[in-house]
């Protein structure tokens, strides 16, 4: 979904599918795709008809060896390393119409629909990333002696570590909640945007906690305990900023206008 000059702004694509015999020509550029570099299958977004805005735009898959479409090499990123993440190029791509998702203008219908199922899950993985967090600073502030005592009896350590813990469980029944919504075949929107939201930042916010609990160790690379902290950061912005998480909420409440 993502171009060069539609981030958290989507609907703004520039990709184009132009209607031929038997199918259609996709041309344009998508940028930050996760997997791109290395994916055998893609679904694309692109419009058919730019007047239309968000109903003009329709999802195809395309395969990796289809002509005219090409993946990027690998960019660098501060963390996150083992999801490799490239740009897409189309030029001219042949689509047959079989591999058109839903009708012509239902992309959007199929991106809000993927977006609530990705924002209620794709976080369920930093809630055990999370918990060993604690674990290992619970572990540590037992073990590490300071001032001839160990540093977890100290009131700034365990108040601290306490912070984890609520973080931790107020994030795990966010995400439960949004998962039950789901699995039952409710609408989970801002549920969804609620538990994207609250876990993103909470694992920001425990990977600060634990490199401090773990002091300079914590922040050497050597330990482990920074590189959650840098993968961390990724999930405030993939997935819908926290941002327009808060844009989400918002209208959900009756509140504000267009993000």
Request: one cysteine or more.
């Amino acid at each position: 979904m993502t171009e060069p000059e539609s981030g958290s702004d989507a609907y703004a694509l520039r990709t184009t599918a132009l209607r031929t015999s038997g199918g259609y020509l996709l041309s344009g550029s998508k940028k930050l795709i996760t997997n791109a570099p290395v994916a055998d299958v893609a679904i694309v977004f692109a419009t058919t008809n730019p007047k239309r805005g968000m109903w003009g735009v329709t999802a195809f898959l395309v395969d990796r060896d289809t002509p005219g479409f090409q993946a990027g090499q690998p960019v660098r990123k501060m963390g996150l390393s083992g999801a490799s993440m490239g740009e897409l190029h189309l030029e001219n791509c042949f689509v047959p119409e079989e591999n058109r998702l839903g009708g012509e203008g239902a992309g959007a219908r199929v991106f809000e629909s993927s977006m609530e199922w990705e924002r209620s899950c794709i976080l369920a993985c930093q809630i055990g990333a999370m918990e060993r967090q604690f674990e290992e600073c619970i572990g540590h502030a037992r073990e590490r002696h300071q001032f001839g005592q160990p540093i977890g009896n100290f009131q700034s350590v365990s108040n601290r570590i306490v912070e984890m813990k609520v973080r931790l469980e107020s994030a795990r029944l966010l995400l439960y909640h949004a998962a039950w919504k789901k699995h039952n075949g409710m609408s989970a929107v801002m549920e969804a945007a609620m538990a994207k939201l609250y876990l993103s930042e909470a694992f920001v916010a425990s990977g600060l906690d634990a490199i401090r609990t773990f002091g300079g160790y914590g922040f050497l690379t050597e330990c482990g305990i920074e590189q959650d902290l840098r993968d961390a950061v990724g999930g405030t912005i993939y997935s819908g900023t926290s941002d327009i998480q808060r844009n989400i909420i918002a209208r959900q409440l009756g509140l504000g206008g267009k993000p």
